[in-house]
């Protein structure tokens, strides 16, 4: 019964060896890594036996023997699979990242390598095959074909699954999105669960609250009784006890829901911060049962999850189709119908619980006196942090280059927000003077007019309050956006101010935009009407304006002469043409006249002004839903219609105004009066947030792969359908991808000797 030592450079080596000198029936006792190789302790399969029968044991210590060796063997296994796993690696560096991407989210190993063995030989780079396996696994992942089918068809559903799931609560969550839909009355609560304390009383207490009936049963008979009382019931959800996978009861259970006398559907609950392993037997036990397969499941606990590829492995293998996604307590909010794209992102979104752009705890040593060192081991710290980002969140230096070349060439101003962001970046000393960055913000201005605008550029006014960094008094921030004349994106802010005060009118934040020759005529779009005096003044300096003016304004008409009010003015109406109101679709029509101003009718220095009048309709029904009018004193070449959807791009805009509040939070936040970088980090965050206004605007194929790699530097799971997230999630994203970029650059301007050994970013060709 003698133990044979072998030693090799490698595990399959040893293993050779191993078979060479005792057979393939020899049995491994030990393994272990060495500095040079690996050492397993092997003998002969029969000298276990021999000694087994010689020493003649209890059975409990034959069973603790073979324990051991099953404890042997599994460690051999996960030995040779990081083996292969290495392996693989060296031959297909690319697939050996994408493999150990997919096994960090929890994805089983079998899965795993049957996906990568779709994936096109021709797959350059890891951003390319991130795509790929996402769009496989998102393919691959059954969900419920239609909510509207199965609401419709109705029926007795159970929420099955074991302890501590959360099926009352989803039971709960789903019954409320069945009486929205359809009405309480057709609505029953049923539940099996009478050994917890206080179960039936919790599913009761939602049953008041959503005044649906619910029933208690103790046993088949109890629900069968209750189930055949139920039949004019159009849906009945069924509360099932919890029973752990491994509960000798959950065949009685399933037993009991297949002998009721109506058909009972069963959606079991699948926790996603259960390990794949639990998942897996969950899944075997509770689909056991002929006649009564599972028609399906639902994710609890979402929130809670770190390695929810698990969830997505589990549902994949075993082809069980996701109903819902539960995450929270809320009734019924934290219910949503499965997004395939959506669950899959968030499985490679990064660990939330990775300080990565926390700033060190140990500051940099003040010792260093040269400004230069001090940068070159600022910049070093930077680009390890941001090194481990890029790692953590599953995308390479390529992913990142390619977002920067998209923003930059989508015309929404991200060259001018790079540069100034990383000014910002770089310390007080480095910022622009107030008259260098005015400067810098009028020249953008200049050229994004040119090329964004047609025949004018639209200028709109409005405020928002800020506070203080250091909880003194709030501030006012107040100024102008100029907007393209062609889709009211906002390209420009190139004078916003502070004050402790109410927000200045429009006439007066407009003033220093009069002394600026921008390329093209200006139209300022006012949201209240100015008073007579200066428009008046205004018409003779030529300035072009259109103001929102109360249906009581007193105006003359101007064919006739006769006194009314605007809203009294017999408009002609144009055709209705589509649009939105409060993000649903509606109708819009258009009516124009001409009129003069009744307070300054008798000196009337300028001609007539025209009036617009808008309508919105109701798509469905053609019910008004609101009305408004204008006036202006724009020429002719300017449609009515055209006039109207100006006015409605300026209220749009002012969502950019507000995006201040996260950038100036970015920025530094704003101290007490007398900082004399204060209203620099306001400028370039207004400026800034003109580019993420239109971020959130981009369409198209490579405009949704920057938003997705933007949202996850977020810590935000894109959200599909077209839809993009709100405006303060998306200026956090680029802010990291703006520091990132920052990173990269100086990665590329440190010579390569003086780079750390633990940072490989190369732009072209990413290290795995």
Request: aromatic share 4%; net charge positive.
């Amino acid at each position: 019964m003698k133990a044979h030592t072998f030693v090799a450079p490698s595990s399959r080596e040893a293993l050779r060896r191993v078979r060479e000198a005792l057979g393939t029936e020899a049995i491994v006792l030990s393994n272990r890594a060495l500095p040079d190789g690996v050492e397993i302790v092997a003998m002969a399969g029969g000298a276990i036996g021999q000694a087994l029968d010689g020493a003649a044991p209890p059975a409990q210590q034959h069973d603790a023997v073979l324990s051991e060796l099953h404890a042997m063997r599994g460690m051999l296994e996960e030995q040779l699979a990081d083996a292969l796993c290495r392996d693989q690696q060296r031959q297909h560096p690319v697939r050996g990242r994408l493999l150990r991407t997919l096994l960090g989210a929890g994805f089983s190993a079998g899965l795993s390598r049957a996906v990568l063995d779709a994936l096109p030989e021709r797959s350059p780079t890891y951003a390319d095959g991130m795509a790929f396996v996402r769009a496989e696994l998102a393919r691959a992942m059954p969900v419920m074909a239609d909510e509207e089918a199965l609401l419709a068809q109705g029926g007795v559903y159970a929420l099955t699954g074991p302890t501590g799931v959360g099926k009352t609560t989803t039971t709960a969550k789903l019954a409320a999105r069945c009486v929205m839909r359809f009405g309480a009355g057709k609505l029953a609560l049923v539940t099996t669960d009478g050994f917890r304390i206080g179960a039936h009383e919790q599913l009761r207490i939602y049953g008041r609250i959503l005044d649906v009936p619910v029933y208690a049963v103790k046993d088949p008979a109890d629900l069968q009784v209750v189930l055949q009382e139920l039949g004019d019931k159009h849906l009945v959800l069924i509360d099932t006890v919890g029973m752990s996978q491994r509960d000798r009861a959950v065949p009685d259970q399933i037993a009991m829901l297949g002998a009721a006398p109506r058909a009972v559907r069963r959606l079991l609950l699948l926790n996603a911060g259960s390990h794949g392993d639990t998942l897996n037997e969950v899944v075997h036990a509770y689909r056991q049962g002929a006649g009564s397969e599972l028609a399906g499941c639902i994710f609890t606990k979402v929130d809670e999850a770190t390695h929810a590829g698990a969830l997505i492995d589990t549902v994949i293998r075993h082809r069980l189709p996701v109903h819902y996604v539960s995450g929270g307590q809320k009734v019924p909010e934290n219910l949503a119908l499965p997004d395939r794209a959506q669950l899959v992102d968030a499985v490679f979104q990064p660990r939330r619980h990775h300080p990565l752009f926390v700033p060190p705890d140990t500051p940099m040593r003040e010792e260093a006196v040269d400004a230069g060192q001090q940068a070159t081991s600022h910049d070093r710290q930077l680009r390890s942090r941001y090194d481990r980002l890029i790692r953590a969140m599953a995308h390479d230096a390529q992913a990142l280059a390619d977002a920067a070349a998209t923003l930059s060439g989508a015309g929404i101003g991200f060259d001018t927000a790079r540069r100034l962001w990383r000014q910002l970046g770089e310390g007080d000393a480095r910022l622009p003077t107030p008259a260098e960055l005015l400067d810098a913000l009028a020249s953008h201005a200049d050229e994004a007019a040119q090329r964004a605008c047609g025949r004018h550029v639209l200028a709109t006014y409005g405020g928002v309050t800020l506070p203080s960094r250091d909880g003194g008094d709030a501030y006012v921030c107040h100024g102008g956006l100029l907007l393209s004349d062609r889709d009211g994106a906002p390209f420009s802010a190139p004078d916003l101010r502070l004050s402790t005060g109410a927000v200045r009118g429009a006439a007066r934040q407009a003033q220093s935009l009069h002394a600026r020759a921008l390329p093209k005529p200006v139209v300022h779009l006012l949201a209240q009407l100015s008073p007579a005096g200066a428009l008046q003044a205004w018409q003779a300096q030529g300035v072009r304006w259109l103001a929102r003016a109360p249906g009581t304004t007193g105006v003359i008409e101007a064919e006739g002469g006769a006194s009314s009010a605007l809203a009294r003015v017999p408009f002609a109406w144009g055709p209705a043409c589509a649009a939105t109101w409060r993000g649903k679709p509606a109708r819009r029509r258009v009516a124009q006249a001409r009129v003069l101003l009744r307070a300054g009718a008798e000196a009337a220095p300028w001609p007539a002004l025209r009036a617009v009048a808008v309508q919105l309709l109701d798509a469905r029904t053609g019910q008004l839903l609101a009305q408004h009018h204008l006036l202006s004193n724009a020429g002719d070449e300017v449609a009515a219609d055209q006039l109207a959807q100006w006015h409605g791009w300026s209220l749009d805009a002012q969502a950019c105004l507000r995006l201040l509040r996260r950038g100036v939070a970015l920025a530094g936040g704003l101290g007490e009066p007398g900082d004399a970088t204060l209203l620099t980090r306001l400028r370039i965050a207004g400026q800034v947030a003109t580019t993420v206004w239109g971020l959130q605007r981009l369409r198209g194929e490579a405009a949704d792969r920057t938003h997705a790699l933007v949202a996850q530097l977020a810590g935000r799971a894109a959200v599909g359908g077209g839809r993009r997230l709100s405006g303060p999630a998306l200026y956090l994203g680029l802010d990291r991808l703006l520091r990132l970029l920052d990173a990269l650059d100086s990665e590329a301007a440190v010579p390569e000797a003086a780079a750390p050994a633990a940072v490989s970013m190369n732009m072209r060709e990413p290290q795995p």
